[in-house]
T-cell receptor
Framework: EPEVTQTPSHQVTQMGQEVILRCVPI?????FYWYRQILGQKVEFLVS????????KSEIFDDQFSVERPDGSNFTLKIRSTKLEDSAMYFCASSAEPFGEQYFGPGTRLTVT | QKEVEQNSGPLSVPEGAIASLNCTYS??????FFWYRQYSGKSPELIMF????GDKEDGRFTAQLNKASQYVSLLIRDSQPSDSATYLC?????????????FGSGTQLTVLP
C-alpha cells in the first residue's frame, strides 16, 4: 500500500540553525501539506502546495518557513532560523484531490536546543 | 475562525462494547469530515471519512454526519484493546480554505480488557 515517507525521523538542532525536513508524498497525489503538532497540543496546519506553488498557508507559516518540490518525488519544508518554540512533530501529508482524504507520513520530531 | 470541538475524555469502555466519539464544528461551509486515530508518539492514521449527511459504515466503524446540527460522530463496535488511542476529528472546507484540515484536540479512548 502506498504511503507517505519522511526523513529524518528525529532532528536535533541548535537555535538559529536552518533545518530541512523531507517528505516523499504518495506517487499519484497532487496536493501536499505540512502540519505540526507541539507535544500535547492539536495538529496545526502550516501550508498546502499544489502545482508547484503554495495554495494556502497559516499564520504560523511566516517568513522563516519555506517549501519546495525540488524534483518529481520530494517535498521539503525549510525552517531558516530555528527557535525553541519550533520544537514539535512535523507531519507531511498528501491527497489526490483538494477536498479528499489526506494521508500522513510518520513525522519528523524536531528538537531545538 | 473555524473551530472543531471534541470531548477530551478520557473515555473508557469495556472490551466488546460500543465506543461513541463526538465532534462539533463551527463553520457551516465545511465539506469533508475525517476521523483519524493517533497512537502516542505516532502520526494520525485515517480511519474514516464522510462527505454526505447520514451514516457511513466500514467494518467495525460507523461515521455519522449531521450538517444541520454541525455534528460528526464515530462509533466503534466490538471495541478491542488495540483501539485504545486518541481519536482526532478533522474538517476540511469551506472552499476558501478547501485544502487545509482543522483538527479537534482529540478524544482519548481506553478499551479495558
Amino acid at each position: 500500500e502506498p504511503e507517505v515517507t519522511q526523513t529524518p525521523s528525529h532532528q536535533v538542532t541548535q537555535m538559529g540553525q536552518e533545518v530541512i525536513l523531507r517528505c516523499v508524498p504518495i506517487s499519484n497525489h497532487l496536493y501536499f501539506y505540512w502540519y505540526r503538532q507541539i507535544l500535547g497540543q492539536k495538529v496545526e496546519f502550516l501550508v498546502s502546495f499544489y502545482n508547484n506553488e503554495i495554495s494556502e498557508k497559516s499564520e504560523i507559516f511566516d517568513d522563516q518557513f519555506s517549501v519546495e518540490r525540488p524534483d518529481g518525488s520530494n517535498f521539503t519544508l525549510k525552517i531558516r532560523s530555528t527557535k525553541l518554540e519550533d520544537s514539535a512533530m512535523y507531519f507531511c501529508a498528501s491527497s489526490a484531490e483538494p477536498f479528499g482524504e489526506q494521508y500522513f507520513g510518520p513525522g519528523t520530531r524536531l528538537t531545538v536546543t | 475562525q473555524k473551530e472543531v470541538e471534541q470531548n477530551s475524555g478520557p473515555l473508557s469502555v469495556p472490551e466488546g462494547a460500543i465506543a461513541s466519539l463526538n465532534c462539533t464544528y463551527s463553520d457551516r461551509g465545511s465539506q469533508s469530515f475525517f476521523w483519524y486515530r493517533q497512537y502516542s508518539g505516532k502520526s494520525p492514521e485515517l480511519i474514516m471519512f464522510i462527505y454526505s449527511n447520514g451514516d457511513k459504515e466500514d467494518g467495525r466503524f460507523t461515521a455519522q454526519l449531521n450538517k444541520a446540527s454541525q455534528y460528526v460522530s464515530l462509533l466503534i463496535r466490538d471495541s478491542q484493546p488495540s483501539d485504545s488511542a486518541t481519536y482526532l476529528c478533522a474538517v476540511n472546507g469551506p472552499s476558501g480554505s478547501a485544502r487545509q484540515l482543522t483538527f479537534g484536540s482529540g478524544t482519548q479512548l481506553t478499551v479495558l480488557p
